[in-house]
Structures are given as structure tokens and as C-alpha cells.
């Protein structure tokens, strides 16, 4: 598979937010697979959705002030002593000991100029900054998942390729012990062809080992247990067309999600500055309760209807500066946010230059090592007749030997950054990829 289908498929699939059924880990994995699979199984995707559905009742939650709120009140009161009025033949209490009150009110705000809309402009915001984060999760755990399956595939090559080393050298080893029996080399030599032979086995354990590491790491990334299977497929290609930088800043610029998220920011400051400035704005409000009570002359323990209507401005007068101090906060996290967005477009561009010169660098490597790897290969078939001659000391043969593994593994090593360069250079454009 080329970079450029892998990395389509990669910024696809982030774009989409894919989370069907996805391959099962006991199937060989090509990257799409590895890619899918971490954003359907990783838990912290799921912790970033909760934080989004958490802004969301919060926003939810603040547009209830534009309905009317309701209750039913019921009430006691014990009063005493009671007033009372003695006239020719009878004796009238002012109000009763025991008082009872039911009723059940509605309030409803009638204009705040702006203090609810103002608020809930702010919590939408909010919305937005946790679905940037989510989003921004989301493509970083998919870059995560693909450099580390071509982690894992340049891992696996590179411990093939000093096996085969290894190999080499033992066989090496074994001429060499036979010319010593023989009297044909000393036992020098074959000293020195054992120390080559135990630090390439050293070189093979510590490429085994960054294998085993990675394998672990892709599979705390797709929440897979410790000895589930990878099976991977998946092949390196070579070097990829040249690439525009200019037009590659622009696309950067216009699609990043963290440059939509520092606008976002920006957008999201402001409107807590409007809301901390509609905090002391006046309320119009109005309220109708409809119940029964005691107390009514001339019969004060008959429950009787009744019904209160009122409407009320509140506008306040002092707040402790509370306010104030709310704007003043407001302002220094609207300069915060602008700083911000000075800030990204500056690591925007940073990122694309490196990336775009990494690629660049990998490409030459790729021709270089190619070149690299034939010349070492002549030599060392070369070296190896002449060894077999007596022409060259052993030595030369095992510098021979050791010279075509540095040129394998560095061409494969110049393969493998070409596509991590791609991987990179698509996240630091933020770039959409329509190609499946």
C-alpha cells in the first residue's frame, strides 16, 4: 500500500468518525484496519464524548431560562394569640390559629435585555471548544495507530534483516574455525568473528525488544488484552512526488482542527465578556399563582380559591464589583485567545515546514540507500572471493558482511520515514482527503 492511499484512508476515516465493527484483531490488520479499530475500542474517545454530551446538557441547561418555571407551594402556619373583636352577640376572630395555604405558581422572564441569550451563546461555545477537543483526539489517536503499525512493520523487517546478519556471520564463523583447525587463520580471527557475531545478536535483541514495545503500545491503543495476536499487513513504497509548500501552509491554515479550535476559543472569550456585561442587566418578570387558603371573613377556616397575579422589575443596583471583575476577566482571556491564535499559525507553519522537510530528506535518502545497497552487496560477493583466496583478511570480509546490513537497514529505515513524513505532513495540513 502506497503512503498516499494510507494516509487518504487515514484523514477519511478521522473525518468520517467511522465507529462500525471493524476487523477482528485475530485477522491480519492492514492500516485501515489498525486505524478503525483504535478509534472504535479506545476508551479515551469515549471519555471525550461523555465531556461533550456534558457541554451539551450544560447548554441545554442554560436556554431553560426562556421558559416559564412552575410549582406547588403548600404551607402552615400555627398563629397565635388571635385578635379578637367583641360586638353585641358574638365574638370575630381577626384571622385563625391555624392557617393553611396550597397554591401553584408559574414565573416566567418577560425581557433581560440579553442576560439569558448571552449566556446561552457562551455555553454553546463551550460545545464547540469540547468538540474541537474531541476532534483533535480523534485525529491524534489515528496518527498514533498508523505510525505504530508501520512502527511495528519496519520492526519486524529490520529484526529479519539482522537475523539474516546473524546468520551470515555464523556461517562466517564456522569457515573461519575450520581455516584455524587448519592453520589458515589465526585464532585471532576467529576471536574477531565471534565479538561481530555477539554485537549483532546484541543489535537483533534491542530491535526485538523495540518490537515487543510497540506491539504493546498498538495494543493499549485499540484497548486490546496483553496476548491477543498482530497480524499486520502492510508494505513501504518508495520515494513520493515533490510537494508544494505554499499551497500546502494555505490548506493548513484553513483546515487544521487546532486553528479552528484557537477561533473557536477566540469566539468563545467573547462571548463570556458580553455575558459577564449583560450581569447586571434588569429583569422583567412576571407571575400568576392560583390556589386555596384559610382565613377568608367571615368564615376564617373555609377553604377558599384564590388568585395572584404581579409582574416585577429587578434592576440591580450594586454587586460587591462583582460584575466588573467579571468583564476585567473576560477582556484578559479575550487577549489570551487572540495570543493563542498568534501562537498556532506560527506552529502551523513550523510544522508544515518540518514536515515538508523531513519528506524531502527520506526521498534523498531512499535513492541514496538504494545505490547504497548494490555497491555494499558488490563488495561484499567481491570481498568474499578474495577471502576464500587469501587476499583479504577476515577483517575485511566481516566489514564487508556488516556493511550490507547497515545499508539494508538504513534504506528500510529511509522507507519507513517516508511514510511516517507522510503521515506527518497530512496532520500538519489538516488537509481533507477525498480519495478512499
Known amino acids: 500500500m502506497t503512503p498516499h492511499r494510507m494516509t487518504a484512508f487515514l484523514l477519511a476515516a478521522l473525518a468520517a468518525g467511522s465507529s462500525q465493527a471493524q476487523t477482528p484483531p485475530d485477522s491480519p490488520l492492514t492500516v485501515e484496519d489498525a486505524v478503525a479499530l483504535v478509534l472504535a475500542r479506545n476508551p479515551a474517545l469515549e471519555e471525550s464524548a461523555r465531556a461533550v454530551d456534558a457541554s451539551r446538557a450544560r447548554a441545554e441547561g442554560s436556554r431553560s431560562a426562556y421558559l416559564p418555571s412552575a410549582e406547588v407551594e403548600a404551607t402552615y402556619v400555627f398563629l397565635g394569640p388571635v385578635s379578637v373583636f367583641d360586638l353585641p352577640g358574638e365574638s370575630i376572630k381577626v384571622f385563625p390559629y391555624s392557617n393553611y395555604d396550597g397554591h401553584v405558581g408559574v414565573r416566567q422572564t418577560l425581557f433581560d435585555f440579553q442576560k439569558t441569550g448571552s449566556q446561552v451563546r457562551l455555553a454553546d461555545s463551550r460545545v464547540t471548544l469540547a468538540e474541537d477537543s474531541r476532534e483533535a483526539l480523534r485525529r491524534d489517536l489515528g496518527v498514533r495507530a498508523a505510525e505504530t503499525f508501520y512502527a511495528i512493520l519496519f520492526l519486524r523487517r529490520s529484526v529479519a534483516v539482522q537475523q539474516e546478519q546473524v546468520r551470515t556471520l555464523g556461517e562466517h564463523l564456522a569457515i573461519t574455525r575450520k581455516k584455524a583447525e587448519a592453520g589458515t587463520a589465526t585464532q585471532l580471527d576467529e576471536l574477531t568473528t565471534r565479538v561481530r557475531v555477539a554485537s549483532a545478536q546484541n543489535i537483533e535483541i534491542g530491535l526485538e525488544n523495540s518490537l515487543r514495545s510497540a506491539e504493546i503500545a498498538l495494543r493499549r491503543l485499540a484497548a486490546l488484552p496483553a496476548e491477543a495476536p ?201 488537509s481533507p482527503v477525498t480519495e478512499k
Do not use: W
Not at 515533490?242 to 493548513?252: C, E, G, M, Q, T
Not at 519528506?359 to 563488495?379: G, P
Open 230 to 430: 498482530l497480524e499486520l499487513r502492510g508494505d513501504f513504497s518508495g520515494p513520493t512526488p515533490p510537494v508544494n509548500r505554499d499551497s500546502l501552509l494555505k490548506a493548513a491554515l484553513a483546515g487544521r482542527i487546532e486553528a479552528r479550535s484557537a477561533e473557536d476559543a477566540l469566539a468563545s472569550a467573547r462571548a463570556l465578556r458580553a455575558a459577564a456585561g449583560a450581569n447586571d442587566a434588569p429583569s422583567l418578570n412576571a407571575s400568576v399563582m392560583y390556589g386555596v387558603k384559610n382565613g377568608y371573613i367571615p368564615n376564617l377556616d373555609v377553604l377558599r380559591g384564590n388568585v395572584v397575579a404581579a409582574v416585577d422589575l429587578r434592576v440591580p443596583l450594586f454587586d460587591g464589583n462583582r460584575t466588573s471583575s467579571m468583564e476585567e476577566e473576560a477582556a484578559a482571556a479575550i487577549h489570551e485567545a487572540d495570543s493563542r491564535r498568534q501562537e498556532v499559525a506560527l506552529m502551523i507553519q513550523a510544522d508544515v515546514d518540518q514536515a515538508v522537510s523531513d519528506l524531502r530528506a527520506a526521498n534523498e535518502r531512499v535513492v541514496v540507500s538504494r545505490t547504497n545497497i548494490e555497491q555494499a552487496e558488490l563488495a561484499a560477493a567481491n570481498a568474499r572471493l578474495r577471502y576464500e583466496a587469501g587476499s583479504i583478511s577476515n577483517l575485511d570480509i566481516l566489514d564487508a558482511e556488516t556493511a550490507v546490513a547497515q545499508a539494508r537497514l538504513t534504506s528500510l529505515q529511509a522507507l519507513y520515514d517516508i511514510v511516517l513524513g507522510m503521515i506527518r505532513l497530512h496532520r500538519a495540513t489538516g
